[in-house]
């Protein structure tokens, strides 16, 4: 779906190299698509990566099986709906100044590209700004927000979430986004398990604050939380193996069922 930007919304990258991969011939170079900077800056005129995103977006759309790479910067379009890849693109190379802001972008990327949303049937979430507080997609159809969460590894069952006051108020109001957390592994640039919880079963005391920032920490008096996530009911949306996307909804279904229950 095309948003106006002019209203601080702004469309998510596969949907950008699509629609410009769209206009061009079969066959096509990456400086075919590079030739068209200034559609992009239109959409993200402060981003400063435009060709590394074109680079990585044409990568995971060669991934998921969308195009073919013909070598020597060539691609070919394969006309039908992309397909659930859990491979990440780490190699984005020196754009990003830390390990870690690589590896979140990256993350970002294979879910604007991957992810879809698990209460209605839209294929695609869409990315929100990055100070949006405590949610980082939202589907345009149904308005569900997702917070996503990545880690290298297993994940223990305790988070590390966003500013604690943010998000006390957010559960105390009742709008606590969906959770989605991705377990990777750098070693084979995969995803290997994607789970969902929802949002409404993270309660208060599920929050815990952590110590605020020293005075002489660059973001002083900020304070943090731990989500605690231990024995809340999931959904799996990729594991080892292949997650069927409506076997995946009606589990989250019966997952969202038994949280109205127990909320009662
Ligand atoms: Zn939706």
Redesign the pocket.
């Known amino acids: 779906m095309k948003t106006d930007n002019s209203a601080g919304r702004s469309t998510d990258w596969k949907t950008l190299v699509l629609d410009v991969v769209r206009r061009l011939p079969r066959t096509f170079s990456l400086n075919d698509v590079t030739a068209h900077e200034d559609f992009f800056r239109r959409h993200y005129p402060r981003n400063n990566f435009i060709a590394a995103k074109i680079r990585q977006s044409l990568q995971i759309l060669r991934d998921q099986g969308t195009l073919l790479f013909l070598g020597n910067a060539h691609y070919q379009r394969i006309d039908g709906d992309p397909k659930f890849s859990p491979l990440v693109n780490f190699d984005i190379g020196k754009d990003y100044v830390s390990a870690s802001q690589l590896a979140r972008v990256a993350v970002e990327t294979w879910a604007e590209l991957n992810l879809y ?1 698990v ?2 049937s ?1 294929r695609e979430l869409t990315r929100l700004p990055d100070n949006t507080r405590v949610r980082d997609f939202v ?1 345009t ?4 927000g997702y917070q996503l969460k990545s880690l290298q590894g297993r994940f223990g069952g305790k988070l590390t979430g966003a500013a604690y006051g943010p998000t006390i108020e957010a559960v105390r109001e009742g709008l606590m986004p969906e959770h989605i957390l991705v377990e990777y592994d750098r070693r084979f640039s995969t995803v290997v398990w994607v789970h969902a919880y929802p949002g409404q079963l993270i309660t208060e005391e599920r929050v815990i604050p952590r110590k605020r920032l020293s005075e002489t920490a660059r973001r002083k008096g900020w304070q943090g939380c731990t989500i605690d996530l231990s024995d809340v009911p999931k959904v799996a949306l990729a594991a080892p193996t292949h997650q069927d996307e409506e076997i995946v909804r009606e589990n989250w279904r019966a997952v969202q069922s038994k949280a109205r229950r127990s909320a009662r």
């Open positions: 949303c209460n209605c839209v589907c159809s149904c308005q569900t």
